[in-house]
T-cell receptor, first 113, second 115 residues
Framework: KQEVTQIPAALSVPEGENLVLNCSFTDSAIYNLQWFRQDPGKGLTSLLLIQSSQREQTSGRLNASLDKSSGRSTLYIAASQPGDSATYLCAVKSGGSNYKLTFGKGTLLTVNP | NAGVTQTPKFQVLKTGQSMTLQCAQDMNHEYMSWYRQDPGMGLRLIHYSVGAGITDQGEVPNGYNVSRSTTEDFPLRLLSAAPSQTSVYFC??????????????FGPGTRLTVL
């Protein structure tokens, strides 16, 4: 059974700092990994999707990497801003023909002005 | 393009009542799914559909029914609500199952409280 863990559970940083969020998964036979952002009381917004054959994806100040063999992904946020404050979730698609995303419990990020 | 829409945004039910959570997408996505999000549990898959007329169970299907009569709509039915179904419910959709088409898009959620 696939399990996804995110560390740390919460992170507080000053504005302007570069930071890394971590995601690990137990079964390396994945199709892809997706990072989401969730603001309080809101839905999930897709940030980056990395296919299993890819090593990284970039969008603006965000860079996500994937090391499938070690079961790890990182989300790097450059020059953090207060508007980046949110919960960040990673999810992996795996399980053969079953259509299933397994989510981590998220990292709550607070960027202080 | 409205994306994935869900109604209602909030709902309070009494134990034993029934209701339907609505989900619609206008992106012609083939795959749709329902998740629930609970504190400390993360998001868990309830039911999913790989196309009109085809549905299947996810991780936590008990107490919920679904149907998919059109590509656009995927309603979730609670036949007899229980307090354990108090949660935030998210609907999601994607073009396909396999890469690169299976990026998931989520709706804004429905907050359900069962008293």
């Amino acid at each position: 059974k696939q399990e996804v863990t995110q560390i740390p559970a919460a992170l507080s940083v000053p504005e302007g700092e570069n930071l890394v969020l971590n995601c690990s998964f137990t079964d390396s036979a994945i199709y892809n990994l997706q990072w989401f952002r969730q603001d309080p009381g809101k839905g999930l917004t897709s940030l980056l999707l990395i296919q299993s054959s890819q090593r990284e994806q970039t969008s603006g100040r965000l860079n996500a990497s994937l090391d499938k063999s070690s079961g790890r992904s990182t989300l790097y946020i450059a020059a953090s801003q207060p508007g980046d404050s949110a919960t960040y979730l990673c999810a992996v698609k795996s399980g053969g023909s079953n259509y299933k995303l397994t989510f981590g419990k998220g990292t709550l990020l607070t960027v202080n002005p | 393009n409205a994306g994935v829409t869900q109604t209602p945004k909030f709902q309070v039910l009494k134990t034993g009542q029934s209701m339907t959570l609505q989900c619609a997408q206008d992106m012609n996505h083939e795959y749709m799914s329902w998740y629930r999000q609970d504190p400390g549990m993360g998001l868990r898959l309830i039911h999913y559909s790989v196309g009109a007329g085809i549905t299947d169970q996810g991780e936590v299907p008990n107490g919920y029914n679904v149907s998919r009569s059109t590509t656009e709509d995927f309603p979730l039915r609670l036949l007899s609500a229980a307090p354990s179904q108090t949660s935030v419910y998210f609907c999601a959709s994607s073009y396909g199952r396999r890469p690169p088409a299976n990026e998931q898009f989520f709706g804004p959620g429905t907050r359900l409280t069962v008293l």
